[in-house]
């Protein structure tokens, strides 16, 4: 008899674990459900300091979806490669785009 209720202590100790567990795992969900809200908020104002107000700052970081070229993107853009190649390289320098060599062109493509 003596080992019967050796095991229902047992059992419920298991069970107040599995209990106690649970309880944590909801709670490390909801700390990473609130990290990750703080991170895209803080993204968020990151991207809006980098783009500022330029229409065409905001209109080539749109346009950075990986298959356009400097190139492509001041013809549709319509402006000169430099203009948008010294904003492709500010965009660049904050993060939010990277570019990817294929051969002899290069791709920009958005990242934040």
Known sequence: MGDHIGKKEDIEV???????LEEISIKIDQLISLYRFVQE???????????????????????CDGTKTVQEIARRANRSIQHVSMILKTL?????????????KKYYIRIA
């Open 14 to 20: 298991l069970w107040q674990i599995n209990k106690n």
């Open 41 to 63: 908020h803080e993204l968020e104002c990151f991207r809006e300091k980098v783009l500022g107000k330029s229409k065409i700052r905001r209109e080539i970081y749109g346009m």
């Open 92 to 104: 660049e320098r904050g993060r939010l785009i990277e570019s990817r060599e294929v051969g002899k």
